[in-house]
């Protein structure tokens, strides 16, 4: 059974807003609404990938399924995205998949491009503070309104990070720089609403 750890205290938790009212269960995968896969590359430390829906019409967003692992290799990852029943509309990552690994001599994003899988990631840049502001007015906006919701028994990682996820403190004064530990899923969410959900500019791919 897996657990929630409340280790964070609430003065510190950079989604404080984040709470049972963004919970849900059973969610039931609808092939009407466009689906996006997100990822943050990692093998010593975790990969994530993330499956996202999102009602245009409701301006809303539904996390409903995701990967998390460490020491997965870009296979054993593709293996289980196979295994996954969706159609996906769009794919979004971190943009250091750009960089040559020594395992393939090529990029993730490359690697992904490559026949059979004949994928193409969308990803762009921004600090970690815009992408944190623009999950936070999809939680809970200034009007109270709530319009990220997530599937809390098949996302189970995705929601520890979340009730853990902590600014760091210097000189007893809480800064606003995170701690990056255990946020793996929390980077591959800001991926997608940084590629889906911010207009600022102009998406790169």
Not at 3 to 30: M, P, R
Request: glycine content about 2%; charged content about 20%.
């Amino acid at each position: 059974m897996f657990e929630i750890c409340w280790d964070v205290q609430g003065t510190n938790l950079v989604f404080h807003e984040f709470s049972e009212a963004n919970l849900i269960t059973n969610y039931k995968y609808n092939p009407q609404l466009p689906t996006f896969v997100s990822i943050d590359w990692g093998f010593s430390h975790a990969m994530a990938a993330l499956y996202f829906q999102y009602n245009q019409l409701t301006d809303t967003v539904y996390l409903f399924d995701e990967i998390h692992g460490s020491k997965l290799t870009l296979e054993m990852l593709w293996e289980k995205m196979k295994a996954k029943p969706y159609r996906i509309t769009d794919y979004f990552c971190d943009i250091a998949g750009l960089q040559t690994r020594e395992q393939t001599a090529i990029s993730n994003i490359q690697w992904f491009k490559q026949a059979p899988r004949n994928i193409h990631f969308k990803y762009r840049t921004s600090s970690i503070a815009h992408t944190i502001s623009l999950m936070r007015s999809y939680i809970c906006n200034m009007k109270g309104q709530r319009r990220f919701y997530v599937d809390s028994v098949a996302c189970p990682k995705f929601v520890d990070e979340m009730r853990n996820y902590s600014y760091k403190e210097r000189n007893g004064a809480i800064t606003e720089d995170t701690n990056q530990v255990m946020d793996d899923a929390i980077a591959a969410a800001r991926y997608y609403f940084l590629n889906k959900h911010d207009f600022t500019r102009n998406q790169e791919s």
